[in-house]
């Protein structure tokens, strides 16, 4: 019950503090910069490779043809990605993919195939 206790109150306290009275503006700054923060800590997904605050996939258009019988799957894939800190590459989770090729609707895209784990897949690394 000692545990259950701390993890209330504590933060509870640490809330009461934190709400005192603004000095010149600073803590309407301080709050600004820990929830910009915030949000950038809360979209790093430990289970995965990609970087969602580089790069963020808007929309997929997938397409697929299964064949049963050789218990494969052959798809095309487009992305829609925004950009976001225009980086030179992003990256994706994969897992036993087989990839033909990669490209930007108009020109072959570089790309590579990292980190190998066995719980998280494969880094896919495309130079964009």
């Not at 603004?22 to 997904?45: R, V």
């Not at 990839?99 to 897949?121: A, C, P």
Request: proline share 3%; net charge negative.
């Amino acid at each position: 019950m000692k545990k259950i206790y701390q993890l209330f109150v504590l933060p509870f306290l640490g809330l009461i503090f934190a709400c005192g009275s603004p000095q010149n503006g600073k803590n309407e700054e301080n709050a600004e910069s820990i929830e910009k923060n915030t949000l950038e800590l809360d979209l790093h997904d430990p289970h995965s490779f990609s970087k969602p605050m580089d790069a963020v996939v808007k929309h997929l258009n997938w397409k697929a043809e299964v064949d049963f019988e050789q218990q494969m799957i052959r798809a095309n894939a487009t992305y829609t990605i925004d950009n976001v800190r225009n980086v030179d590459s992003i990256y994706l989770d994969i897992r036993n993919l087989k990839i033909k090729e990669i490209s930007d609707g108009e020109k072959k895209l570089t790309y590579s195939e990292n980190f190998k784990d066995e719980v998280l897949g494969s880094e896919l690394a495309i130079e964009i």
